[in-house]
Nanobody
Framework: QVRLVESGGGLVQAGGSLRLSCTAS????????MAWFRRAPGKERERVLD????????FYADSMKGRFGIFRDLAKNTMYLQMNNLKPEDTAVYYC????????????WGQGTQVTVSS
């Protein structure tokens, strides 16, 4: 069983930055594919990106490329989402998720962290 704990959300003005973290326990990141999702008010959940056990990354929205970055600290078993030049439309609850490497479905979820970007 993998437990995921997120932190780092908050209120920021447009153009600002935030760094979200997701710390896993129960398995090491080198055996997990991880992902960030977000759910904006009144919208469906949106997949932001995947970061695979081998460090490969897939972005799912062009609007985030160049603004969002991902990195892992394997010693801390933590994944970080660096968000720069934030826009009001980035306002959402951000969730990290995990699946054993090589499997299909993300079946472990964090509790979510709220990001609010004011204009």
């Amino acid at each position: 069983q993998v437990r995921l704990v997120e932190s780092g959300g908050g209120l920021v003005q447009a153009g600002g930055s935030l760094r979200l973290s997701c710390t896993a326990s129960g398995r090491t990141l080198s055996t997990l594919d991880m992902a960030w999702f977000r759910r904006a008010p009144g919208k469906e959940r949106e997949r932001v990106l995947d970061v695979y056990s081998n460090g490969g990354i897939t972005f799912y929205a062009d609007s985030m490329k160049g603004r969002f970055g991902i990195f892992r600290d394997l010693a801390k078993n933590t994944m970080y989402l660096q968000m720069n030049n934030l826009k009001p439309e980035d306002t959402a609850v951000y969730y990290c998720a995990a699946r054993p490497s090589g499997t299909m479905n993300y079946n472990q979820w964090g509790q979510g962290t709220q990001v609010t970007v004011s204009s």
